[in-house]
């Protein structure tokens, strides 16, 4: 059974960074595309990044574009998301999300129905 387990989120000011990880467990993980949301309280989950089996294939939400960077390391079955500059509006649970593909299916998808599965979330609080 596929597990996603996120760490690295906690209280940080506004302008700083911090490093999201996601450790995969119970499953190829070189057959799963990966992807980072986000959910505020009473809000809908949003897609903030994704990558393919391989890693040639990247995406970004727009409002994340050019501060977040999504990376995988096959060896450690992890998946990263760096995050600078960090604004008081970043602040919300960050979910890992994973899909078994075929090889053949090295593309990214940004809709959460993509995906069957999930971590617990891991919190980011940014102060201003």
């Known amino acids: 059974q596929v597990q996603l387990r996120e760490s690295g989120g906690g209280l940080v000011q506004a302008g700083g960074s911090l490093r999201l990880v996601c450790a995969v467990s119970g499953g190829t993980f070189s057959r799963m595309a990966m992807a980072w949301f986000r959910q505020a309280p009473g809000q809908e989950r949003d897609f903030v990044a994704a990558?393919?089996?391989?890693?040639?294939?990247?995406d970004y939400a727009d409002s994340v574009r050019g501060r977040f960077t999504i990376s995988r390391d096959g060896a450690k079955y992890t998946v990263y998301l760096d995050i600078i500059s960090l604004k008081p509006e970043d602040t919300d649970v960050y979910y890992c999300?994973?899909?078994?593909?075929?090889?053949?299916?090295?593309?990214?998808?940004?809709?959460?129905?993509?995906?069957?599965?999930w971590g617990q979330g891991t919190q980011v609080t940014v102060s201003s």
């Open positions: 990558i393919s089996w391989s890693g040639r294939s990247i």
């Open positions: 999300a994973a899909n078994l593909v075929d090889y053949s299916s090295d593309f990214t998808t940004s809709m959460d129905f993509g995906y069957d599965y």
